[in-house]
T-cell receptor
């Protein structure tokens, strides 16, 4: 199993540009999550999903959108990038909702 | 809402024992997790406590007191590779079936030779 994979690993965006952060898992997990981590801080939940077709907002959803058309994929969309969205983004998944397994992260810089 | 506090930084010597504390306030506690995160890497799961007491896993142990809203992670026989950030995370019953976690800001542990 590859576990949780994320692409790209690193991206520089200009203010106002859009992009999609990809996340995929091959463990057949129902629960998937998107977090952002700012320097020296903990993880903040952006969006989560409990299964295909079901998504909901977390603690910091503004400026982001998600979709969950399949069990495996959970992309995160930034429509109008802002400097405040400069962060490291982690995707995670879990089966029973106990242990969450994290992807390697995407480092995003908005200039 | 939830409030999770843990020290920002700690330093210890190789071979020693270190205890990282975490205090939390939540209306419906439903589990506490510890994760390890090396610089530039993803968090990895270390331990899970939902009942009071000590859970031991090799060199790492985690303790929980629900009445005090308190947990600690104990690392024994410290090795240089244990230098990392240690994240405390709490699950609340209000998260329902989503099993959402709220993370503390992390404790950066530096192990010195």
């Amino acid at each position: 199993n590859a576990g949780v994979t994320q692409t790209p690993k690193f991206r520089i965006l200009k203010i106002g540009q859009s992009m999609t952060l990809q996340c995929a898992q091959d463990m057949n997990h129902n629960y998937m999550y998107w977090y952002r981590q700012d320097p020296g801080m903990g993880l903040k939940l952006i969006y989560y999903s409990v299964g295909a077709g079901i998504t909901d907002k977390g603690e910091v959803p503004n400026g982001y959108n998600v979709s969950r058309s399949t069990t495996e994929d959970f992309p995160l969309r930034l429509e109008l990038a802002a400097p405040s969205q400069t962060s490291v983004y982690f995707c995670a998944s879990s089966t029973t909702g106990e242990t969450q397994y994290f992807g390697p992260g995407t480092r995003l810089l908005v200039l | 809402g939830q409030n999770i506090d843990q020290p920002t930084e700690m330093t210890a010597t190789e071979g020693a024992i270190v205890q990282i504390n975490c205090t939390y306030q939540t209306s419906g506690f439903n589990g506490l997790f510890w994760y390890q995160q090396h610089a530039g890497e993803a968090p990895t799961f270390l331990s899970y406590n939902v009942l009071d007491g000590l859970e031991e896993k090799g060199r790492f142990s985690s303790f929980l007191s629900r009445s005090k809203g308190y947990s600690y992670l104990l690392l024994k026989e410290l090795q240089m590779k244990d230098s990392a950030s240690y994240l405390c995370a709490v699950r609340d019953r209000s998260s329902g079936s989503a099993r959402q976690l709220t993370f503390g800001s992390g404790t950066q542990l530096t192990v010195l030779p």
